[in-house]
């Protein structure tokens, strides 16, 4: 989906024209991929631009930082105020948002130690990752070939950057087969995730969704999901989950910050359900953009209105 230019990015504590937000060639993360990021949106409501859990969301950015032995040069509320100013000086209703850690310009080879720790944060609009037609209707889903790392190779509880070649080999494979999206198993064979959203499963009215020892990444939308579908009163398990389990399930959907809600109407050409939105996933998809729009009060806290 292309980048609509907004009109600024926030760099190390200056915001920059967008087209001047540059980096030399030899930044040491473009090299060696080592670095971390989020995914953040913020939606419009009837109070103005509201940024969905971005205390959260930097709060694991730096927790991602933490594993691959980043110190960020700022702190938690530091982001957290940029974030917000870096949007009024964009003024836009809605938009995606993109705070980036990365070891700069200066030094090369193996050793990331010496390197100069980089922050910026980008943000533009930005529709749903899926298409509407699949946050409406449902995707067509495939077991991708490719694994989900082991985590004593490089640890997927850590949104970093390189570590998405992964994701990216998936997607590729998916979409150049015919379907929209990739579902990635674990070194163990159990259910991981999608390329870049968590997985839930619906099944007699319950749900159960991958834990992080499977290799899927601690989700904050995954995690505002299981609150709502509490909420709703239907039971949630953290659980193992094995490819034959998302064949024979009533419903299946994706979520993340991109992707939001998505139902999943097929994977490896077995049909889910009724191939439909389930009732299950119609329901939490409702009171997700409910509780985003901030038309939930129960759900007020998770939102930061600038």
Request: glycine fraction near 8%; charge should be neutral.
């Amino acid at each position: 989906m292309p980048i609509v230019k907004a009109k600024k990015i926030w760099m190390d504590g200056s915001l920059v024209d967008w087209d001047d937000a540059k980096v030399h060639v030899l930044t040491h993360s473009l090299h060696y991929g080592l670095g971390v990021f989020e995914g953040i949106r913020a939606y419009e409501t009837e109070n103005g631009p509201a940024i969905f859990r971005l205390s959260d969301h930097i709060k694991r950015l730096f927790v991602s930082a933490h594993m691959l032995m980043i110190k960020i040069p700022y702190s938690i509320d530091e982001l957290v105020e940029a974030t917000k100013q870096a949007l009024r000086v964009n003024e836009l209703k809605s938009c995606y948002i993109r705070p980036l850690v990365y070891l700069g310009y200066g030094e090369m080879g193996l050793n990331p130690i010496p390197c100069k720790v980089n922050v910026s944060i980008a943000m533009w609009p930005w529709g749903t990752y899926l298409g509407e037609d699949g946050l409406n209707n449902g995707i067509r889903v495939k077991i991708s070939s490719w694994k989900r790392h082991d985590p004593n190779a490089i640890p997927p509880a850590a949104k970093s950057t390189g570590m998405y070649i992964n994701s990216a080999l998936a997607k590729m494979e998916a979409l150049n087969a015919g379907y929209d999206e990739a579902i990635l198993l674990s070194p163990q064979g159990t259910v991981s995730e999608g390329t870049g959203e968590n997985i839930f499963v619906v099944k007699k009215g319950k749900l159960i969704t991958p834990p992080v020892s499977a290799g899927a990444l601690e989700g904050i939308t995954q995690e505002s999901i299981i609150k709502i579908a509490n909420d709703l009163g239907y039971e949630v398990k953290v659980d193992n989950l094995l490819r034959s389990d998302l064949y024979v399930a009533d419903e299946v959907f994706f979520t993340g910050t991109a992707a939001e809600v998505v139902p999943i109407s097929s994977i490896d050409d077995r049909q889910i359900g009724d191939g439909k939105p389930g009732l299950v996933t119609k329901k939490i998809q409702e009171s997700f953009f409910s509780a985003v729009k901030g038309k939930a009060p129960q759900y007020k806290d998770w939102l930061d209105y600038v």
